[in-house]
């Protein structure tokens, strides 16, 4: 006997911009990432230079 998946919060907010894909997310059924999340996730990884919360000095 299969055991359901629980209803998560990804497939409540798929379901209505495409019904298909909160039922494939039900499913557990894994999607292709898209060129603008795979260029995120690269930028996430990049480490940052410099100290994001420290002001330049005065000239």
């Known amino acids: 006997m299969?055991?359901?998946l629980p209803v998560t919060d990804g497939v409540v907010e798929a379901f209505p911009q495409c019904p298909h894909k909160?039922?494939?997310r039900l499913a557990g059924v894994a999607g292709?990432?898209?060129d603008f999340v795979v260029l995120l996730q690269a930028?996430?990884?990049e480490p940052?230079?410099?100290d994001p919360?420290?002001?330049a000095?005065?000239?």
């Open 2 to 4: 299969r055991v359901p």
């Open 22 to 24: 909160a039922y494939l």
């Open 32 to 34: 292709q990432a898209s």
């Open 43 to 45: 930028f996430d990884a």
């Open 48 to 50: 940052q230079s410099g």
């Open 53 to 55: 919360g420290r002001v």
């Open 57 to 59: 000095p005065p000239p």
